[in-house]
């Protein structure tokens, strides 16, 4: 499975962008999907994940109530729309895949990456 994230960009705190990332290949694994993202300086942290229904999300707390996760599997896309963006927000934001049915925060159980995509949120 290759993922191309897309979307990232310069906005102001306050703001949004809506990061896509499209999935290639062997896309009939890709049940859950997810975003993490990676701050200068700071460790990978999960930031949202999806079932392949739709059905179940799950968010972190810093984003819960600001960013909304959803995918589109006939066009085989995940989407992070991120609205009341804050400096904080700032990272390389990543997609991922996990080839099992469990909507989960930990990186390492993710199979597949994307490449990242920045986002910069001035103050």
């Known amino acids: 499975v290759q993922l191309q994230a897309s979307g990232g960009g310069l906005a102001q705190a306050g703001g949004s962008l809506r990061l896509s990332c499209a999935a290639s290949?062997?896309?009939?694994?890709?049940?859950?999907m997810g975003w993490f993202r990676q701050a200068p300086g700071k460790e990978r942290e999960f930031v949202a994940a999806?079932?392949?229904?739709?059905?179940?999300?799950y968010y972190a707390d810093s984003v819960k109530g600001r960013f909304t996760i959803s995918r589109d599997n006939a066009k085989n896309t995940v989407y992070l729309q991120m609205n009341s963006l804050k400096p904080e927000d700032t990272a390389v934001y990543y997609c991922?895949?996990?080839?099992?049915?469990?909507?989960?925060?930990?990186?390492?159980?993710?199979?597949?990456w994307g490449q990242g995509t920045l986002v910069t949120v001035s103050s």
């Open positions: 991922a895949v996990e080839r099992s049915p469990n909507v989960h925060s930990i990186a390492s159980r993710y199979d597949y």
């Open positions: 290949g062997r896309t009939s694994s890709t049940y859950v």
């Open positions: 999806i079932s392949w229904s739709g059905l179940t999300t």
